[in-house]
Nanobody, 113 residues
Framework: QAQLVESGGGLVQPGGSLRLSCAAS????????MGWYRQAPGKERELVAT???????NYADSVKGRFTISRDNAKNTVYLQMNSLKPEDTAVYYC???????WGQGTLVTVSS
């Protein structure tokens, strides 16, 4: 069955970095668009970044210049490199493949000293 599995979350100090990975399995077709969302405590889930198969990216204003989304098309894997992390980045991060109506289980990122 199709599945997305996120990894790489954890506890990091402000200013630190984390790299999230989302591995898609059971998907036999190419994926045009993959993205990352996050949901902070008490807030709605929001779009963080998206990337197309050709490398076109889109970022939320709150993460521009700090986060970088990338992908490995051969592996149907998407990454989110997060630098200069702030406490406001604390959230559960979810991988998403909209065309397959597929979400990962989420990985928790906690930015705290």
């Amino acid at each position: 069955q199709a599945q997305l599995v996120e990894s790489g979350g954890g506890l990091v100090q402000p200013g630190g970095s984390l790299r999230l990975s989302c591995a898609a399995s059971g998907i036999m077709f190419s994926i045009e668009l993959m993205g990352w969302y996050r949901q902070a405590p008490g807030k709605e889930r929001e779009l963080v970044a998206t990337i197309t198969s050709t490398g076109y990216t889109n970022y939320a204003d709150s993460v521009k210049g700090r986060f970088t989304i990338s992908r490995d098309n051969a592996k149907n894997t998407v990454y989110l490199q997060m630098n200069s992390l702030k406490p406001e980045d604390t959230a559960v991060y979810y991988c998403n493949v909209p065309s397959f109506r597929l979400w990962g289980q989420g990985t928790l990122v906690t930015v705290s000293s």
